[in-house]
């Protein structure tokens, strides 16, 4: 994401299917058929996959396509966390989606099954779904949130054996 938007680039499909992962489980982005590289600020065009698109695409708003990458990518943190779709779609009639909207993160997270994540997941997840836009957090800023750099690996204890 930080190397996109250092060389001004807005994917616009970012999703599940066009992330792989090679032998050395670096990430490839993959598929940039709907890629934008000039004015990646000021879109307009419908390009996107309805379950991971943003709401500023679907209510055919001119918006920055680095910010509806990062939307894109929350998506799939979300999924990747949880195993399901945050949302149908990002619209206000979607009844989950209205609520990150809102801002009911313990309404949200209890009502998908994810009262057990961190305060700095959640945290993350909303800033990166937001409704508007302009308060999306930014590659950096991502790279930056505390819950990505947390010590994700518990030191095992003497009682347990190592194979």
Not at 114 to 139: H, T, V
Request: aromatic share 12%.
């Amino acid at each position: 994401m930080e190397y996109m938007d250092r060389n001004d680039v807005a994917h616009r499909d970012l999703k599940l299917e066009n992330l792989l992962i090679d032998e050395k489980l670096n990430l490839k982005v993959a598929d940039f058929g709907f890629a934008k590289n000039s004015n990646v600020s000021k879109l307009k065009s419908y390009k996107g996959t309805h379950t991971y698109m943003a709401p500023e695409i679907r209510e055919a708003k001119i918006y920055d396509g680095k910010k509806v990458d990062i939307f894109s990518a929350g998506v799939i943190l979300f999924i990747l966390t949880q195993g399901i779709f945050p949302f149908q779609a990002a619209k206000k009639e979607d009844h989950y989606y209205r609520m990150i909207i809102k801002g009911d993160k313990a309404g949200y997270f209890k009502a998908t099954g994810g009262q057990n994540l961190s305060p700095e997941f959640k945290d993350l997840f909303f800033r990166m779904c937001s409704y508007d836009p302009k308060k999306r957090i930014s590659a950096s800023e991502i790279r930056a949130h505390p819950w990505m750099n947390k010590n994700l690996l518990a030191p095992i204890s003497d009682d347990v054996k190592q194979y």
